[in-house]
C-alpha cells in the first residue's frame, strides 16, 4: 500500500470545487448553470428560469391503496451520487442547489430511522453524531468525485457588538457552524455573492472574523464581477 518515496509532481486543480453562497435572487443558480454540461440537484424548485437538465430533491409520496409510502429527498439524493459517481452519463459539473435543504433532508431521513422527533432524543450526541456522519460521508464521496462540484446556500446576517461598542454586521452560510466549516474544508474556494448600490453582482473570496470565505489555490483577488469569463480567469491563474 506504500507509495514509492519520492516527491510527487503536483498538477494544477482542473476541476472547480465551489462553495458559493448569497442572499436569494443574487444568481448563484445562474452563474452555476454556466459552468460545462451542468446536473442541478435542486431542492427549493427555483429552476423554472434555468435551461440545465435537474433532479428535484424532495419527498416522493404515492398512495398503495390506503397506505402512503414516502420515498425521502435524501434517499434520492444519495441514489443520484450514486448514478453520478458511477459515470454513465456526460455530466461534468454537479450544482447541489441548496445545501442547507440537503442537509435539513438527511435530518429527516435519519428521525425516521431512528424512531426519534430530535436528534437529542437519541441519547447524549448520539443523535447528533449519526446525522453528521451520515450527511458528511455522502458529500466528501461527491466532493471528491470527478466532476465540478458547486455547493450553493443563502447567507445569514448577524450584527456583532465588538467591545469598544460599534456594531458590524457578520456574514456566513445558512448551516450549521460546524457542518459548514467541514464542507469548507473540502473545497478549494468558499465565496459570498454581493451586490453593490447599482445591483452589479460580485463573488466575494474574504476571509476574516466576520465574513466566511477564503480559498487554498493561491487567488491573490479578493473581489471579481460574477460572471464566469472573470471566474476562469482567477480560478485557472490561482492554480498556476
Known sequence: MLPENKKRDVQASKKVKLYLYGSPMSGKTTFASRFPEPLMLNTDGNIQYVDSPYIAIRDQVRMNGRIKETKFAWTIFKEAVDEIIAGQHTFKTVVIDLIEDVYEACRVYMYDKLGIE?????????????????FLTTMKRIINSDYNIILLSHDKTEEVKLRNGTTITSFTVNLQEKIAKKLAGMVDITARVVLDDNNNRFMDFTYNDYVFGGNRIGLKQTKIPLKIEEFKKVFIGGNK
Open 118 to 134: 430530535h436528534e437529542s432524543d437519541a441519547g447524549y450526541g448520539k443523535g447528533y453524531d449519526m446525522i453528521k456522519t451520515e
